[in-house]
Nanobody
Framework: QLQLVESGGGLVQPGGSLRLSCAAS????????IGWFRQAPGKEREGLSC????????YYADSVKGRFTISRDVAKITVYLEMNSLKPEDSSVYYC???????????????????WGQGTLVTVAS
């Protein structure tokens, strides 16, 4: 059974940084592409970043490119999202999710997710 557990959210000031972690179980990072999306109340799911299973290639949404970095530790079956230069508009619940492919982080990724975690809340405020 695929399981994903996020951690690392919290309150941070604008311009600050956070690192989110996604601990996976029930599969290996060679089997699934892992990514992050966020969803605020009343808003649509927004795909942010994805790291492919085959070669570790990374993809980013324009809204986070240059500020967020996704990485993985295959041995620990953990994926990270380093978030820098955070803005108030980054406030949301962040989820990690598994799919067979990143699909370049286009609509197919969020449409074909096989599993996601319970989410971790990120609040950017002064």
């Amino acid at each position: 059974q695929l399981q994903l557990v996020e951690s690392g959210g919290g309150l941070v000031q604008p311009g600050g940084s956070l690192r989110l972690s996604c601990a996976a179980s029930g599969f290996t990072l060679d089997d699934y592409a892992i990514g992050w999306f966020r969803q605020a109340p009343g808003k649509e799911r927004e795909g942010l970043s994805c790291i492919s299973s085959s070669d570790g290639r990374t993809y980013y949404a324009d809204s986070v490119k240059g500020r967020f970095t996704i990485s993985r530790d295959v041995a620990k079956i953990t994926v990270y999202l380093e978030m820098n230069s955070l803005k108030p508009e980054d406030s949301s619940v962040y989820y990690c999710a598994a799919a067979l492919n990143c699909y370049g982080l286009d609509y197919r990724w969020t449409a074909t997710l096989d599993a996601w975690g319970q989410g971790t809340l990120v609040t950017v405020a002064s």
